[in-house]
Nanobody, 125 residues
Framework: VQLQASGGGLVQAGGSLRLSCAAS????????MGWFRQAPGKEREFVAT?????????YYADSVKGRFTISRDDAKNTVYLQMNSLKPEDTAVYYC??????????????????WGQGTLVTVSS
């Protein structure tokens, strides 16, 4: 599956952005869809994911829990990441990913086989 991420930009602290990830094929009941981010000089880290099994169970990194929401529109083959109450430390390139990893891997990059190109989010203080 090919993925195209969009929606990044510059926002002030406390603001909101919604990222989109368009897939080239239907992902419902096929792929777990996740979001990761990578700040300059840091490793890629898990942000959020939605399983294709288990009724679309969602998982979030502790750092974004309560502020970010992952959702999907299967009619549009698109996954979203709604980001509220943004902080300067949320600044990073955000990547969407698709995979069929087992539960123990879906919060790590190795649980995903397809990646979008990344979209930059910059949060100013």
């Amino acid at each position: 599956v090919q993925l195209q991420a969009s929606g990044g930009g510059l926002v002030q602290a406390g603001g909101s952005l919604r990222l989109s990830c368009a897939a080239s094929e239907p992902t419902l009941n096929t792929y777990t869809m996740g979001w990761f981010r990578q700040a300059p000089g840091k490793e890629r880290e898990f942000v959020a994911t939605m399983r294709w099994r288990s009724g679309g169970t969602t998982y979030y990194a502790d750092s974004v829990k309560g502020r970010f929401t992952i959702s999907r529109d299967d009619a549009k083959n698109t996954v979203y990441l709604q980001m509220n109450s943004l902080k300067p430390e949320d600044t990073a390139v955000y990547y969407c990913a698709a995979g069929r990893g087992i539960t123990s891997t879906i919060t790590t990059p190795r649980g995903y086989s397809s990646w979008g190109q990344g979209t930059l989010v910059t949060v100013s203080s």
